[in-house]
């Protein structure tokens, strides 16, 4: 039995698409891709989407001391990637408050554009020692400016998932 603690998975403009080829050290002894690998996507995806719509690396975040660690992840496999498939690994940033993010995301195989996999991975803002702090102000006038000029409202969600 299954229970989804998210609404459902729907990517929102700004979308981030990267490319990725399934090397032999993804896949198991089928030559399927192994399923935990597919986190490791869905963080090639919201390191290029920070790094091309927001023009902020991790790398960079990290230097100014500021943390992204996973607080939640859901994953759904529809379809299995192989060996040397090319993967499109599309992200979007569909809500963000001062303290969180949450994306959103999908994987396509581009041979035949099947969807493998869709998920959504919230993070929690904090600093080196892990203490909970608020996204600084040059990052959330960053996904601002990205957001409102496309149109797009913002949706924030709640600090306090304690009662979810």
Sequence with gaps: ????????????????????RVIYGDTDTGGVVYYGNYLRFFEI???????????????????RGLMFPVTEVYCR???????????EVSTSLVEFSRVSMRFHY???????????VRGVTVHAATDTSGHLIH??????????RVYHQRGHGLIEISADRSNQ
């Design 45 to 63: 995806g919201r390191n290029e989407f920070l790094r091309s719509i927001l023009k902020i690396s991790y790398r960079e975040l990290e230097h």
């Design 106 to 116: 999908e994987i396509h195989c581009l041979t035949n554009y099947i969807l493998l």
């Design 135 to 144: 996204l600084p102000d040059y990052f959330q006038a960053a996904l601002a």
């Design 77 to 87: 496999y529809k379809s299995p990637a192989h060996y040397d498939d090319l993967l």
């Design 1 to 20: 039995m299954s229970t989804r603690p998210f609404s459902p998975i729907e990517l929102k403009e700004p979308i981030h698409r990267s490319h990725y």
